[in-house]
């Protein structure tokens, strides 16, 4: 089976590279399918270096990559991306590439623990074996805070009812299988189940992964590392996450962050980038067809502009 089926390929290969023979990065090489286009689209000189924070990715990526001496595969997260560019030596970035998220591969593997579909300890750790699993995170915390994060991160209106089971299964035997998570998700009746157990499975992963805190972090890392005209492109699957790219943007696009009352500019911020499309891209029918992970996918691309 197909380590992961990269999504929007030609939009984000055509999207970024605009100089074929610059640098970049690509934050989150999973199976290395986006790596491997960007290969294809560059020129000798080009560079590129992939990373993700799954060493099982890693692994798979060095071998995909491995006969291509214009790539180089480094473990990392995206708060560790400018340490990273100055260990390899690679900047000022032509590109820098976010697909967020989790792979096909990290979902399948039942030991992994991010699928309710199937059994398995109750991890959901992407780089595995660092901090607390998602069973450690649940023991470390109250019922209050998990109906909290499972409306913040989840958007799960019956988050309490569930973290209400949730902690009452906790206290005769604590979780520490996906499948004992979804007996006390199940056991709350929703309407949907697959739908809620999606949600709470969302937000979990989201609060051991850290996933916006280290987004917040790889966006003020390309920011600064992209040279001007160097472009970001970011592949999002939930509204949090593009939220979150939407907003981070919107004032870099803007540049003003005088308050609206203020009938002129008195913070004289210029903006420093801008959108390099106002449509929002998504996937076509036909690779939706080809692939349902894409049907969720949004692209947003910005370009670095020269300080006015
Ligand atoms: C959707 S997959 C990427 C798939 C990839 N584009 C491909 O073509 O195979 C997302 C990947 O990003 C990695 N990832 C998520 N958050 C990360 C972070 N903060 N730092 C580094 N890698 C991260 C995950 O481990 C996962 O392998």
């Known amino acids: 089976m197909a380590y992961h089926v990269p999504v929007m390929v030609e939009e984000v290969v055509a999207g970024l590279v605009a100089d074929l023979d610059g640098s970049y990065v690509d934050a989150t090489v999973g199976g290395g399918g ?3 286009a960007l290969l294809q689209a560059l020129g000798s000189k080009g560079r590129l270096l992939a990373v993700d924070r799954d060493r099982e990715a890693v692994a798979a990526a060095r071998v995909r990559l491995a006969a291509d001496a214009r790539a180089v595969v480094r473990q990392g997260r995206f708060a560790e991306l400018s340490e990273l ?45 660092v901090g607390p699993t998602a069973a450690e995170w649940i023991a470390a915390r ?62 979990l992963r989201i609060a051991v992964n850290d996933e916006l805190g280290q987004l917040q972090a790889g966006l003020t890392a390309a920011e600064v590392s992209l040279k001007p005209g160097g472009r970001l492109a ?12 939407k907003q981070h943007f ?3 696009v803007r540049g003003c962050i005088c308050p609206p009352r203020v009938p002129i500019c008195t913070c004289g911020r210029e903006p420093s980038f801008k959108r390099v499309s106002r449509k929002l891209q998504k996937a076509s029918e036909a690779e939706v067809k080809q692939n349902t992970r894409a049907r969720s996918a949004i692209l947003r691309i910005y370009e670095k502009i020269e300080a006015g």
């Open 142 to 203: 109250s019922e209050r805070e998990l109906a909290e994060l499972i409306v913040r991160y989840g958007e799960e209106r019956t988050a309490r009812r569930i973290a209400r089971s949730i902690y009452r299964q906790q206290r005769l035997a604590p979780l520490t299988t996906t499948q004992a998570l979804r007996l006390a998700v199940a056991a709350t009746r929703p309407q949907m189940l697959n739908k809620t157990l999606a949600r709470v499975f969302q937000a």
């Open 234 to 245: 970011v592949l999002a699957y939930h509204s949090l996450e593009d939220r979150l790219v």
């Open 250 to 252: 919107a004032v870099l």
């Open 85 to 129: 560019l100055a260990q390899e030596g690679i900047g000022p970035l032509s590109g820098i590439l976010f697909d967020l998220g989790v792979s096909s591969h990290q979902i399948d593997a039942p030991a992994r623990g991010f699928s309710y579909q199937a059994d398995g300890p109750l991890d959901m750790r992407m780089d595995a074996g």
């Open 34 to 36: 986006h790596s491997w």
